[in-house]
Every structure is written in C-alpha cells, then in structure tokens.
C-alpha cells in the first residue's frame, strides 16, 4: 500500500489542497487544486499534469470548511485507492513566541494559537478554522501545523525588536516575519541554482497579493520586511504595507473612524487596489491604460527596490536577488523595474531572459546575479509534515 499527505492551506473563503504521495520517505506531487467561494457557488480548480482543469461536477456547492473538507475527501477518495493517509499537513501562519519548527496539533497548541488571532485576524482564524473543520470529519487523522513565522526565528535581536517599551517587548510585541513557508523552500533549493554563492548574500522578493523579502546569509533569514504582523513592509494587492503609525490615530480621532474600520481600510481596501481604485490583480494593473493602474505599479516597484537597499545593507552588501511567487514569477514587466532602480547595487537585467521569466534574469558579467525560482510551499509541508510525524512514530 502506498502512503500519502493531504496539505491544507485555508482562507477565508478556500481551501488551497495538495496531494503527495510518499516515495522513499519523500512527497511527490500527485495532484493539487483549490476549493474556492466556499458559502456561495462553490467550485474546485485542479491543477494535474501540469494543466489546470476546472470544477469536476461531482464536486458540490458546500457552505462551510467543514462541508468543503468532507467534499474534499469524497472526491478524492478514487485517488486515495491503495494509498494510506498518513496525515495533513496546514500553513498556519503565525506560531507566535512558542514554536520555531512544526508541530503535531493538539488541543492545547489550538487553544495557544487562538491567542494569536488578534495579530493576524486576515489568515489565522481561517487557518485554525481548517483544522478544526478537518477534526470533525476525521478525528482520527493526525494534524501537523507549519508556520510561516518559523523560518525567521534566526532573526538577530536588533532585527527583531520595535523601540517600544521593553515591557512590550516582552509581552510578544515582536517583528517575527512572515512567508516563512515559501522563504524556506527558496532556502532549500538555491543551492540547484547558485552554487556555492547560495550560503552568499541572497535577497528573496516574494511578490503576490502578499508580498514581502527576506535576506538570507547562510540561507538563515537576517532580516524581512514583514514584521508583528504580515500588514507592515511593502503594498500588496489590498494592504498598505508600512505607514506612518499615526495615521490610523488620525484617521480615528479626525475622522471618527473605528478600529475595526481603519483595519479594514488597511487590510482590505489599501495596497494596489487603493492606489489604482480598480484592481488588486497585477496582470489587470499591467494591462490597464488608466494613469492611477500605472501609478500604482510604479509605486509598488519603487517600493520593492527601496526595500531591497535596506536589506543589502542588513546584509553588508549583495549577491543574488530572487523573485518568487505570483507577481514574481509571472511579472516581468515588474521584475525588470525593480532590477533597473537596483542597478546601483550590481543587478544587470538581461532583458531577454526576463521576458522568458528565466530562471536566471540577470547578465553573465552582472556583479549581483538575478533570478526567477518558483516556490511551492505545499512541498515543504508535506514535508515538514512527515518530519513531524517520522520522528512521532519514532520513524
């Protein structure tokens, strides 16, 4: 009989899946998709073989997580035939102060990962609602938690620390970082790509709808432009990244604005979609002839570059930038703007080669290499997952 891990990703109104069967002790991808606009027309799209499929209709219009993990699983039960269910493994975004690694669910890591909903309320809630969701419908599979928060527990204490009161410092009131997930496979696979100048001075730009770097040294995470929570740093599709603290006092007291409604001001109405008050979605912005579409775009690159100079100088210089995610890896129009404001810093865009999306986006003789590697956070769970669960069982 062969084995198999289920990954879990959740939002607010999806279900993000994986399928990996366990070959020698290591995942391979047999089949991933999405469950999304779960509570309305609910509908599945599948990525197999490399192409992606739209909603089988056997799948039904489900309600809740719950509904859509037991549809989930009926479905794929043709694919689960021969293959034992070893575990699932979820992203769970923040781990606060208390986990650095992967960690097998229970009820006492459920009830301390609650208490971090209010520092996330975008993705926590939804993350922990999938577990529970997958417990009532089979109680009896063994659940590992991943955390995106994880992979930047490296984080040096000047790096890590606000110029906050020290009592709030130790309260938790941290830059703990986040995309760990991705931010660790990029880790995983530099070597493949850079050689020896992978343990070198590596910046990661993981650009999508979230959006954020991370400077590696010894691919060990230094420094990251997301901090206490993942709404600071750079613009993304609705967030506005970084602003100046007071203006949601301002915003609040001037305007008579609510805490809940500057939240959702910041977390849902701002980023690229606040600036181009059309879309959040950056092939539409890229294909837009509207001026505010092209403003915005613009501003997200100069952003994305002022971010990348900050992070050379954590680092004590550059080696190699990398793009990764969706706007990352699929945007060469925003990857070459970026590349021409760092040219001060080496990078030599090789305009060719970016238009291909790469891999390697940068000139022979550029004295700091550029490049275009996909992640695929669903691997690494998988195989944090079975790392959890093999050292569990004693294995």
């Not at 990954?7 to 089949?31: D, Y």
């Not at 577990?131 to 490296?154: G, S, W, Y």
């Not at 850079?194 to 959006?211: E, F, P, S, T, W």
Request: hydrophobic share 45%; net charge negative.
């Amino acid at each position: 009989m062969n084995d198999a891990v289920l990954v879990l990703n959740a939002g607010s109104s999806s279900i993000k899946f994986a399928l990996h069967r366990v070959a020698q002790g290591q995942p391979a991808s047999l089949l991933r998709g999405i469950v999304e606009e779960i509570g309305d027309a609910s509908r599945m799209r599948l990525l197999l073989g490399g192409s992606e499929e739209n909603s089988p209709a056997a799948f039904p219009p489900v309600a809740t997580h719950a509904q859509a993990l037991a549809a989930l699983l009926d479905w794929l039960h043709p694919h689960l035939a021969g293959v034992s269910l070893l575990g699932a493994g979820h992203r769970v975004v923040h781990g606060g102060t208390r986990y650095t690694g992967p960690i097998r669910v229970d009820a006492e890591a459920l009830a301390y990962l609650d208490t971090l909903v209010p520092i996330d309320p975008l993705h926590q809630p939804h993350n922990l609602a999938g577990i529970r969701a997958l417990l009532q419908v089979r109680p009896d599979l063994p659940q590992v938690a991943c955390f995106d928060t994880a992979f930047h527990h490296t984080l040096p204490p000047v790096a890590r620390r606000f110029a906050l009161p020290r009592a709030l410092t130790e309260a938790g009131v941290l830059r703990y970082g986040f995309h760990g997930l991705s931010y660790d496979h990029i880790a995983g696979v530099l070597p493949q790509h850079l050689g020896a100048a992978a343990d070198g001075r590596v910046i990661v730009a993981h650009l999508g709808n979230g959006a954020s770097l991370c400077a590696l040294r010894q691919r060990q995470s230094v420094e990251t432009t997301m901090s206490f929570t993942p709404l600071d740093g750079l613009p993304m599709g609705t967030r506005s990244g970084a602003v100046d603290p007071a203006i949601p006092l301002f915003l609040m007291r001037e305007r008579g604005m609510t805490a809940d409604a500057v939240s959702d001001l910041l977390h849902r109405q701002s980023g690229l979609l606040g600036m181009s008050g059309s879309s959040a979605d950056m092939r539409t912005l890229l294909a837009s002839t509207d001026p505010h579409a092209a403003e915005a775009v613009a501003h997200f690159a100069y952003r994305v570059a002022q971010a990348i100079g900050a992070l050379a100088m954590a680092l004590g210089g550059l080696d190699a930038l990398v793009f990764t995610a969706g706007i990352g890896e699929h945007a060469a129009p925003v990857r070459a703007d970026v590349c021409r404001r760092c040219a001060w810093l080496g990078v030599d865009l090789d305009e060719a080669a970016n238009t291909e999306n790469g891999p390697r986006i940068s000139l022979p003789g550029s004295r700091v290499s550029a490049w275009v590697i996909p992640t695929d956070e669903e691997a690494l769970i998988a195989r944090q997952t079975l790392a959890v669960l093999g050292a569990a069982s004693g294995g």
